[in-house]
């Protein structure tokens, strides 16, 4: 009884402590105006649909050129040549500009994974891989706008 008293007091007392996200703060506070893709990439337009979602009207006006690639490297094979750990590593180039300013980045996210037997479900694998490692350099993104001044 003392036991399930402890824990049910204890949850109130963290959901009462304020606890927010640290990144979540500035992300309402601007309006991206237009993202300009520089190569015409499925990889582009997945990261460019990620940043909208985040734009809000307004008065901080921001425009954005993305240039971004996909690599997937071998790290290692075995003694046949095949291929045990792959490598997929998404490279994003920005350009800023922000209150008359022009700013620029590049970002890099990667993952290191086996592979696997079925080819099917290491495509799936893979597609499910590249949708984290962009929500990761969006969220890069954001941080990089808000922070530039």
């Given at each position: 009884?003392?036991k399930n008293?402890?824990i049910?007091?204890?949850?109130?007392?963290?959901?009462?402590?304020?606890?927010?996200?640290?990144n979540?703060?500035?992300?309402?506070?601007?309006?991206?105006?237009?993202?300009?893709?520089?190569?015409?990439?499925?990889?582009?337009?997945?990261?460019k649909?990620?940043?909208?979602?985040?734009?809000?009207?307004?008065?901080?006006?921001?425009l954005?050129?993305l240039?971004?690639?996909?690599?997937i490297?071998?790290k290692?094979k075995?003694?046949?040549?095949n291929?045990?750990?792959?490598?997929?590593?998404?490279?994003?180039?920005i350009?800023l500009?922000?209150?008359?300013?022009?700013f620029?980045?590049s970002?890099n996210?990667?993952?290191i994974?086996?592979?696997?037997?079925?080819?099917?479900?290491?495509?799936q694998y893979?597609?499910?891989i590249?949708?984290?490692?962009i929500?990761?350099?969006?969220?890069?993104?954001l941080?990089?706008?808000?922070k530039?001044?």
């Amino acid at each position: 009884m003392k036991k399930n008293f402890l824990i049910i007091a204890l949850v109130f007392l963290i959901s009462g402590c304020g606890y927010q996200p640290v990144n979540l703060g500035n992300y309402e506070e601007l309006t991206i105006k237009e993202i300009k893709i520089l190569k015409a990439s499925a990889l582009n337009n997945k990261i460019k649909k990620n940043l909208i979602s985040y734009s809000k009207p307004n008065k901080n006006i921001v425009l954005l050129e993305l240039d971004s690639k996909k690599d997937i490297n071998i790290k290692s094979k075995d003694t046949k040549g095949n291929a045990l750990i792959y490598e997929l590593q998404i490279t994003t180039n920005i350009l800023l500009k922000k209150n008359g300013k022009t700013f620029v980045k590049s970002l890099n996210e990667s993952f290191i994974y086996n592979t696997k037997d079925n080819q099917f479900s290491l495509k799936q694998y893979e597609k499910d891989i590249e949708k984290n490692l962009i929500n990761k350099i969006v969220k890069k993104i954001l941080v990089f706008i808000t922070k530039s001044n």
